[in-house]
């Protein structure tokens, strides 16, 4: 069976958890990549069987009073290396934030209107790899 066939809202990983959806958002900023839900097209988190194991591993450590930082070196030394479904999503999910933040300059770079690069103090560079770049003076 495919671990992203059953996808949850956070409605129902709060429910079924126990846990306040507040709780789940300051979660997920404070132990991300550990505990990073799949977001969906919109935007909505989406929760895997993986995030409800986690959930209960959170509380848990809570539980035996870990602070925050105790509890993300805890997870993170017991955390697979092996990618997983949510991993994967989480390289797109840091890709689409580079597409966008290009894609934001671009529109900014665009919108300044007709420039000569030499006006505007910048260069291009070949970098060891072969990618050119557009550096600022």
């Not at 300059?105 to 070949?126: C, D, H, I, Q, W």
């Amino acid at each position: 069976m495919n671990p992203l066939s059953q996808l949850f809202s956070i409605q129902q990983i709060s429910q079924k958890c126990d846990v306040p959806k507040s709780t789940l958002r300051f979660w997920e900023k404070r132990l991300d990549p550990l505990f990073s839900p799949i977001r969906s097209p919109g935007g909505q988190r989406r929760y895997v069987q993986e995030h409800i194991d986690l959930i209960g591993r959170i509380k848990q450590l809570q539980a035996d009073g870990l602070s925050l930082g105790e509890m993300r070196r805890a997870l993170a030394q017991t955390m697979s290396p092996d990618p997983e479904p949510t991993a994967v999503v989480g390289l797109d999910r840091l890709a689409d934030r580079v597409a966008g933040l290009v894609k934001e300059e671009v529109y900014r770079f665009l919108r300044a209107g007709p420039t000569n690069l030499s006006e505007n103090k910048m260069s291009t560079e070949t970098e060891g790899d072969g990618n050119t770049v557009l550096r600022e003076e």
